[in-house]
């Protein structure tokens, strides 16, 4: 399986201001996937992020405010722009990988979000 | 109508008792299917997948899938309680997105 690694695993920041997170991959991947977990529920699909071309974004979720870059095929940022409280959350980075034929998600070890 | 459904719980067995876990999904045409595991303030962790009816061993977990009722479940036989964590299910209907339910919270008491 595909070797994750994400940063920062954790950060606190002032409203108002930005963060951007980084995920590499071990290996080359054509779609990377960011997802939201608020504190208590699921996973959120944010976006998809294919190398060479725009991302693609869920309901309710805008480029403005969570663009994303990928600009290879072993690593893609997300930035959390303008943070408010509500962008408080667990982010995480997901990759698929076509093990025997089937396709599994795995997952960075996730960026914890705090802002004040 | 959510992609995929299950029990928010929390689930309590005794130690060394068996836990099931359920799920439901919407999408007739689902092919692949998955749990994962999640500890408090971790990242999920793949611990089984089952892509046809019928049941799907791996050591103390057996994976059971029924399309026809489109329903996915997850058995924990002794039960440990290193295995209380939160339980995913998660779906992938087209080959291009998964879907997670929202968990079901298990614990297992010594």
């Known amino acids: 399986s595909a070797v994750i690694s994400q940063k920062p695993s954790r950060d606190i920041c002032q409203r108002g201001t930005s963060l951007t997170i980084q995920c590499q991959v071990d290996?080359?991947?054509?779609?990377m996937f960011w997802y939201r977990q608020q504190p208590g529920q699921s996973l959120t699909l944010i976006a998809t992020?294919?190398?060479?071309?725009?991302?693609?974004?869920e309901s309710g979720f805008v480029i403005d405010k969570f663009p994303i870059s990928r600009p290879n095929l072993t690593f893609s940022t997300l930035t959390v722009s303008n943070m408010s409280p509500e962008d408080s959350s667990i982010y995480l980075c997901?990759?698929?990988?076509?093990?025997?034929?089937?396709?599994?998600?795995?997952f960075g070890q996730g960026t914890r979000l705090t802002v004040v | 109508q959510k992609e995929v459904e299950q029990n928010s719980g929390p689930l309590s067995v005794p130690e060394g008792a068996i836990a099931s876990l359920n799920c439901t999904y919407s999408?007739?045409?689902?092919?692949?299917f998955f749990w994962y595991r999640q500890y408090s303030g971790k990242s999920p962790e793949l611990i089984m997948s089952?892509?046809?009816?019928g049941d799907k061993e791996d050591g103390r977990f057996t994976a059971q899938l029924n399309k026809a009722s489109q329903y996915v479940s997850l058995l924990i036989r002794d039960s440990q309680p290193s295995d209380s964590a939160t339980y995913l299910c998660?779906?992938?209907?087209?080959?291009?997105?998964?879907?997670f339910g929202s968990g079901t919270k298990l614990n297992v008491k010594p």
């Open positions: 992020a294919n190398q060479g071309s725009e991302a693609t974004y």
């Open positions: 290996s080359q991947v054509t779609m």
């Open positions: 999408d007739r045409g689902s092919q692949s």
């Open positions: 997901s990759v698929e990988d076509k093990g025997a034929g089937n396709t599994e998600a795995f």
């Open positions: 089952i892509y046809s009816n």
């Open positions: 998660a779906v992938n209907p087209n080959f291009n997105k998964f879907y």
